[in-house]
């Protein structure tokens, strides 16, 4: 698991972050008791990237009507949960035009999602944040009242736990997608966490690709669960590696249309079209929605036939264990 880090930001750079005048952070501080910021000897004024959270969520609510004098002294979650409600009073009651639901995990992420300039790339999408969780220590233990769309995770170094533990909370809460952020990893981990069918992106990467990134696969997944008559679980991720693929291929059965060499092939050519359609996905923004559209489809009918080739397994007495992924 990633360790966590507490950056520290003097009054101007969180000005600089949020759009907020210094003037007006000033006030709110000693007025209303909306931040309690430490102070170094030279009277400096240094807040924490939670205050900075907290900036966002107080300046896009006041902007909206509410009194900073009646919301400045709330918590975090408080100010998230007021802004979701006031959002959610504005959607259309038609299906489709609900927000995609997102679980951020790290705090320099969210307060990138939830600022103005972040919505600015969305175009007529919504998102809306439904959690926030400090790192992967504290979203290893979280509950949510309604499962998100998407969880989206920005992590420093991508190691092994790392992608053990975010795979522990697929299989708990079954995301309908799952992206990953990081800056530095080995890139054996991060072939494993594509394999497994997660969206891995390396920073530095803009507002504007992951506002595109973020909708174009929200959309889809929506999209394949009225499709595939499903609730949105994600696609699960390749269960048998090619070697197991070429073997069955190779097995002669007393199948007279040779349907596990058929199947076996079929899967591993959906699999090769996966990984291509998720390194479109990964290293382009352009078309992200054709990409992340293709990614899922043939995700989806992959996982179908693996299903499919267990069953021929079974009745053909092929042991499918042997070099299992």
């Known amino acids: 698991m990633s360790t966590p880090t507490h950056h520290i930001f003097r009054i101007g750079a969180v000005s600089k972050a949020t759009g907020i005048p210094v003037s007006t952070l000033r006030i709110w501080e000693t007025r209303y008791g909306a931040f309690s910021p430490v102070k170094t000897e030279g ?41 979701n409600l006031q959002n959610s009073t504005h959607l259309k009651p038609r299906a489709q035009d609900e927000p995609v639901t997102l679980a951020v995990v790290g705090l320099s992420l969210a307060n990138r999602i939830e600022s103005k300039k972040f919505a600015s790339g969305l175009m007529h999408n919504r998102i809306k ?18 499962v998100p769309h998407v969880l989206l995770v920005k992590v ?26 990081y800056n530095f990893a080995p890139e054996a981990v991060v072939q494993a966490m594509k ?36 609730s949105g679980a994600v696609i699960a991720g390749r269960k048998y590696s090619d070697d197991t693929l070429m073997r069955v ?43 992340a559209y293709l990614r899922s489809i043939s995700g989806s009918a992959r996982s179908l036939f693996e299903n499919a080739l267990e069953k021929i397994a079974q009745h053909e007495g092929i042991d499918l264990l042997e070099g299992k992924k």
């Open 43 to 83: 009277k400096q004024r240094m807040f924490e990237e939670l205050d900075v959270s907290k900036a966002i969520l107080l300046k896009q609510l006041s902007s909206e009507g509410h009194a900073i004098s009646a919301i400045a002294g709330l918590d975090v979650n408080q100010l998230r949960s007021l802004s």
């Open 129 to 146: 944040v439904t959690g926030v969780l400090v790192d992967m220590e504290a979203a290893s233990h979280a509950s949510f009242g309604e």
């Open 156 to 181: 420093n170094s991508l190691q092994t736990s790392v992608h053990s533990c975010i795979q522990t909370l697929i299989q708990k809460h079954q995301f309908a997608q799952t992206i990953v952020i």
């Open 195 to 230: 394999f497994s069918g997660l969206i891995v992106r390396r920073e530095p990467i803009s507002d504007l690709d992951l506002a595109e990134l973020l909708q174009s696969v929200a959309f889809v997944d929506k999209k394949r669960a009225q499709e595939f008559g499903t």
């Open 249 to 291: 291929a190779s097995i002669s059965t007393n199948v007279l249309c040779e349907c596990p060499r058929h199947v076996a092939e079929l899967i591993a050519q959906l699999a090769s079209f996966e990984e291509y359609s998720q390194e479109c996905l990964n290293k382009n923004s352009e078309d992200a929605h054709l990409h």
